[in-house]
């Protein structure tokens, strides 16, 4: 496991840092990171440094194959995508020698980063550090191309969006690193996203399990796969701003102490929509056969809500209504399979809504306390915000609302649990 972070401001130490999109996002924000490289790598550590593309890189590369395929193959798209942070490594290491710091560039192949097959969202499989260590050996600054890596026969990937995270993350525990440190736009994980929610406040230490639930309901600070290894390889980090020295948010295990907070922040998932299907004969299959055909489309699902049957089980089958939600860019890939659904008398009818979006209010203290739904149903209904669908989970109440509610939504919810005050110590 990796050391205390508090613990290691006069102490020698191997670390990995992470700086994102923005922080990489010119010539200027180079220069800049690589002054504050300088000044770990001066100070006696050992540093290993993944980079992002340059804010917007990726999203161009991906507007660029749209004007020459209409659906170019995930593996084109990983060769192509992979230039982006190609770029940052070189920029990055060019920057470094400039300033007299010896420094190498590696792509994530180089780095030794295997990952499986599936193109556009692999899975890193095992790393091969011993690029990494040499170079460390050396007194290099190592700089490794996030988001990429390559599989065992030697094809280009790319880990997902926002997988730069995981493969700091990743790579923190395969050179068992004594320090992971993710450098982005803000100086920290906060309450909610401040650029939606003023008021957010900074939170100092977060469990992985809350981490989690908020970065895989729309807290894009951390990619939630990221998290989802950190968690499961003890792998403490830190999330802070390269735009400034504060200290910035720990992520580690959860401790006792830690459900003294009931709600710890509330994220948002935008551009969902939702599926209604009605009439659905309520009997054993039916279901799987529905969800079975999404999957095959490639479709992720979010929340599923079936009814109670509309007749009891033992008269005979009734039938039923599913709703289920997921991202509205799907919609084109769902819309044949449920059209089907209903041509096939399996539902009565069927009913796409857009416009939609998931708020959720996340934290390990729910476990032990009650009347979190209740408060946020309240508030909610006060400022006359209608509830069109609701999931609870262990640490998570999620409710699916109307987007153009969204901002006032996020607002009334964070002072509904009074997020602005410091928690309790
Ligand atoms: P990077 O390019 O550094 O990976 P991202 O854009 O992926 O940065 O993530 C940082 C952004 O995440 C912030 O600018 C902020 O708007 C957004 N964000 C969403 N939810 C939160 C939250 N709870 N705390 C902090 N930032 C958040
Ligand atoms: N450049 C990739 C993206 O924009 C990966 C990352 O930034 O983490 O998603
Ligand atoms: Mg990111």
Same mark, same amino acid.
């Given at each position: 496991m990796l050391a205390d972070i508090a613990n290691l401001?006069?102490?020698?130490a191997r670390i990995v840092q992470k700086y994102g999109?923005?922080s990489? $996002?010119?010539?200027?924000?180079?220069?800049?990171?690589?002054?504050?490289?300088?000044?770990w790598?001066?100070?006696?550590n050992?540093v290993v440094v993944v980079v992002s593309?340059?804010?917007?890189?990726?999203?161009?590369?991906?507007?660029?194959?749209?004007?020459?395929?209409?659906?170019?193959?995930? *593996?084109?798209?990983?060769?192509? !995508? /992979?230039?982006?942070?190609?770029?940052?490594?070189?920029?990055?290491?060019?920057?470094?020698?400039?300033?007299?710091?010896?420094?190498?560039?590696?792509?994530?192949?180089?780095?030794?980063?295997?990952?499986?097959?599936?193109?556009?969202?692999?899975?890193i499989?095992?790393?091969?550090?011993?690029?990494?260590?040499?170079?460390?050996?050396?007194?290099?600054?190592?700089?490794v191309?996030g988001?990429? $890596?390559?599989?065992?026969? @030697?094809?280009?990937?790319?880990?997902?969006?926002g997988g730069s995270d995981l493969s700091a993350i990743a790579l923190a525990a395969g050179i068992k690193a004594d320090l992971c440190q993710i450098y982005t736009?803000v100086s920290g994980v906060y309450?909610?996203?401040?650029?939606?929610?003023?008021? /957010?406040?900074k939170i100092e230490t977060i469990a992985y399990e809350e981490m989690l639930?908020m970065a895989?309901?729309?807290s894009k600070v951390m990619q939630s796969r990221a998290v989802e290894f950190a968690k499961k390889f003890g792998v403490i980090f830190e999330v802070r701003s390269s735009?400034?020295?504060e200290s910035g948010t720990r992520v580690v295990k959860e401790s006792?102490?830690?459900?003294?907070? &009931?709600?710890?922040? &509330?994220? &948002?998932?935008?551009?969902?929509?939702? &599926?209604?299907?009605?009439?659905?004969?309520?009997?054993?299959?039916?279901?799987?056969? !529905?969800?079975?055909?999404?999957?095959?489309?490639?479709?992720?699902?979010?929340?599923?809500?079936?009814?109670?049957?509309?007749?009891?089980?033992?008269?005979?089958?009734?039938?039923?209504?599913?709703?289920?939600?997921?991202?509205?860019?799907?919609?084109? *890939?769902?819309?044949?399979?449920?059209?089907?659904?209903?041509?096939?008398?399996?539902?009565?009818?069927?009913?796409?809504? $857009?416009?939609?979006?998931?708020?959720?209010?996340? @934290?390990?203290?729910?476990?032990?306390?009650?009347?979190?739904?209740?408060?946020?149903?309240?508030?909610?209904?006060?400022?006359?915000?209608?509830?069109?669908?609701?999931?609870?989970?262990?640490?998570?109440?999620?409710?699916?609302? /109307?987007?153009? *509610?969204?901002?006032?939504?996020?607002?009334?919810?964070?002072?509904?649990?009074?997020?602005?005050?410091?928690?309790?110590?």
């Amino acid at each position: 496991m990796l050391a205390d972070i508090a613990n290691l401001s006069n102490f020698m130490a191997r670390i990995v840092q992470k700086y994102g999109g923005t922080s990489v $996002g010119s010539p200027e924000r180079i220069e800049a990171v690589a002054e504050r490289i300088e000044q770990w790598k001066r100070e006696g550590n050992e540093v290993v440094v993944v980079v992002s593309a340059m804010s917007g890189e990726t999203d161009r590369l991906l507007q660029l194959a749209g004007q020459v395929c209409d659906q170019p193959t995930e *593996r084109e798209l990983d060769v192509l !995508l /992979a230039t982006g942070e190609q770029t940052t490594i070189a920029l990055m290491a060019m920057a470094l020698n400039h300033r007299g710091v010896p420094a190498v560039s590696l792509t994530g192949a180089q780095a030794g980063i295997v990952t499986d097959g599936v193109h556009t969202r692999a899975k890193i499989s095992s790393i091969d550090a011993r690029a990494i260590e040499d170079a460390l050996a050396n007194g290099s600054v190592v700089i490794v191309a996030g988001f990429q $890596g390559q599989t065992e026969s @030697g094809l280009i990937t790319t880990l997902g969006r926002g997988g730069s995270d995981l493969s700091a993350i990743a790579l923190a525990a395969g050179i068992k690193a004594d320090l992971c440190q993710i450098y982005t736009d803000v100086s920290g994980v906060y309450t909610a996203d401040p650029r939606v929610v003023p008021e /957010a406040r900074k939170i100092e230490t977060i469990a992985y399990e809350e981490m989690l639930e908020m970065a895989s309901s729309g807290s894009k600070v951390m990619q939630s796969r990221a998290v989802e290894f950190a968690k499961k390889f003890g792998v403490i980090f830190e999330v802070r701003s390269s735009f400034n020295q504060e200290s910035g948010t720990r992520v580690v295990k959860e401790s006792n102490d830690m459900e003294q907070v &009931v709600v710890r922040g &509330v994220s &948002v998932e935008k551009n969902q929509a939702k &599926v209604h299907l009605a009439g659905v004969d309520d009997e054993p299959g039916v279901a799987a056969r !529905l969800f079975l055909s999404i999957a095959e489309a490639g479709v992720n699902v979010d929340m599923i809500v079936q009814n109670v049957s509309s007749r009891l089980a033992d008269e005979g089958s009734g039938v039923t209504d599913i709703t289920f939600t997921l991202h509205q860019d799907d919609i084109h *890939r769902v819309e044949p399979i449920i059209e089907k659904f209903r041509s096939d008398s399996l539902a009565e009818d069927i009913q796409i809504t $857009g416009g939609i979006c998931k708020l959720s209010v996340v @934290g390990i203290g729910m476990k032990s306390h009650s009347g979190v739904a209740a408060k946020l149903f309240t508030a909610l209904a006060e400022a006359g915000i209608n509830i069109q669908m609701i999931s609870t989970s262990e640490i998570k109440i999620a409710v699916v609302i /109307a987007e153009e *509610r969204m901002t006032e939504a996020m607002n009334v919810a964070h002072s509904a649990f009074e997020l602005h005050l410091e928690e309790p110590t």
